[in-house]
């Protein structure tokens, strides 16, 4: 049998794998870096919503190994059966043998699947981030008439704006009253909902799913049946309610797994077994960034992140770089509705107790407001009482939202505070800058209601006094 060496093997290449390996080609440049995936074709994850309507294919989201080939590493198609820790061994299903000096595990997640009745009938479709499938996935799509998607969050809203551009009548169907209400606080969600009906997008909110129906033929998909509703007749259903990790290789391995589901690992994103095993991406076991309470902050910017991590730590742990927790930065886009958020929100720093203050400014992204594009954008931020350091923040506006988030992150995760954030200096220039004036002004509007609460100790100076 064939025996193949190395000494870092990176077993799945989306978003975590792909960021270890060229991570790694730059801390580590002697060692040798092999990536083993099931496909050669790897699409972006947060792309694949895009896929059918912006992009208009699959072969327009591939996730590129360029940039990993030219820093050296190396790629083999097939997928690892088992792996013996004590041996540092991985045996692949074609019988090859692979030595390492270090694992990294980015094995992803597997989407969850609901136990309705009637999801085992043509036309139901539960996504994948597999390229073959999406592909098959595209072309289905063309013969669809009336579409239901059952889950209403960031994946299901941007799937609806984006296949109803195809034509295609689109019934989003959520649970709970409102879109992405475990995201955003209400009213944000409400501009959501609006700006979704007002492309044509069926809602239907606080429904529960009871059965998938089969048409005629007794085989396809025809209905979808909601309690307390008439039956909806469908061509096809997408469902996509959630992912969780995919931890049968780490499972199998005896690796410690976490109650949330994911490997456990420490801030250097090592397994406890072993400290030449590291985990990142979906597989790996995600923290609160404030609660350290199990989160399920899947997505690949996060990867990327544990990524970068990893790759630095694979032989002598880099003290200034490791993972403090996930502050959930999510950021989409309705037609020209931009929306995001990044920490708490208002209604989980009430959840967990924190006391805290919310600032909030609505403001056009650029100046002059008279400049082309220029778009009105509410900038929320949310801080803790006592020492008004950044808790969260939700922005909705233009293309400028998703760098005010990446700002609004930064902030967070340097623990600034209301008062570094208002009296902060920045560069602005009406074409060139981003928008960080409704930020200043958020945290500025923060600040008054702060000392609103907390008036301070103040004496009236009335000149000289006598002792």
Avoid at 97 to 114: A, K, S
Avoid at 280 to 308: L, P
Wanted: charged residues 20%; negative net charge.
């Amino acid at each position: 049998m064939e025996e193949v060496a190395t000494d870092i093997l990176i077993v799945g290449g989306g978003p975590g794998g792909m960021m270890a390996g060229l991570t790694a080609s730059q801390f580590w440049p002697k060692k040798r870096i092999l990536m083993v995936r099931p496909e050669s074709q790897s699409v972006i994850p947060c792309g694949i919503p895009y896929i059918f309507g912006t992009l208009g294919g699959t072969k327009e989201d591939l996730l590129g190994l360029e940039p990993f080939l030219a820093s050296g590493g190396s790629l083999r198609v097939g997928r690892v059966a088992s792996v013996d820790r004590s041996a540092r061994t991985a045996r692949l299903e074609d019988g090859a043998t692979i030595r390492w000096e270090r694992l990294v595990l980015g094995t992803g997640g597997e989407n969850v699947v609901p136990p309705i009745p009637g999801g085992d009938l043509e036309g139901v479709f539960i996504l994948r981030k597999d390229y073959a499938f999406l592909e098959g996935l595209f072309h289905a799509m063309a013969g669809i008439r009336r579409l239901a998607i059952i889950g209403g969050g960031f994946v299901g809203v941007e799937f609806a704006d984006e296949i109803r551009k195809r034509g295609v009548e689109v019934h989003l169907v959520e649970m709970l009253p409102h879109l992405m209400q475990a995201s955003l606080d209400l009213d944000l969600c409400v501009e959501v909902e609006n700006q979704l009906r007002k492309n044509g997008v069926h809602l239907h909110t606080g429904a529960a799913v009871e059965a998938m129906v089969p048409d005629a033929s007794g085989k396809r998909v025809g209905g979808l049946r909601i309690a307390g509703q008439e039956l909806l007749p469908v061509d096809a259903v997408l469902i996509s309610i959630g992912v969780r990790p995919n931890v049968s290789l780490a499972r199998e391995m005896g690796l410690t797994l976490s109650r949330s589901g994911g490997v456990w690992v420490d801030a250097f994103q090592r397994s406890r077994e072993d400290p030449a095993i590291f985990a990142v991406g979906d597989c790996a076991h995600k923290q609160d960034f404030f609660t350290r309470k199990a989160i399920h902050a899947m997505f690949a910017s996060q990867a990327a992140a544990e990524g970068r991590i990893a790759g630095m730590n694979l032989y002598a742990l880099r003290q200034p770089r490791y993972n403090a927790g996930s502050v959930s930065i999510y950021a989409s886009q309705i037609d020209g509705l931009a929306f995001g958020v990044v920490g708490m929100t208002e209604s989980q720093a009430r959840a967990e107790g924190f006391p805290f203050i919310v600032g909030e400014a609505r403001l056009p992204d650029h100046h002059p407001s008279t400049l082309p594009g220029t778009t009105e954008t509410i900038c929320r931020v949310i801080l803790a009482e006592d020492s008004t350091q950044i808790l969260g923040g939700q922005i909705m506006g233009g293309p400028t939202t998703g760098e005010l988030l990446n700002t609004i992150g930064l902030a967070v995760q340097m623990h600034a505070t209301a008062l570094d954030l208002a009296s902060m200096q920045f560069g602005s220039q009406p074409r060139l800058t981003s928008s960080i004036h409704p930020l200043v002004a958020a945290t500025g509007e923060a600040l008054r209601r702060h000392r609103a609460q907390h008036p301070p100790c103040e004496t009236e100076h009335t000149g000289d006094q006598k002792p």
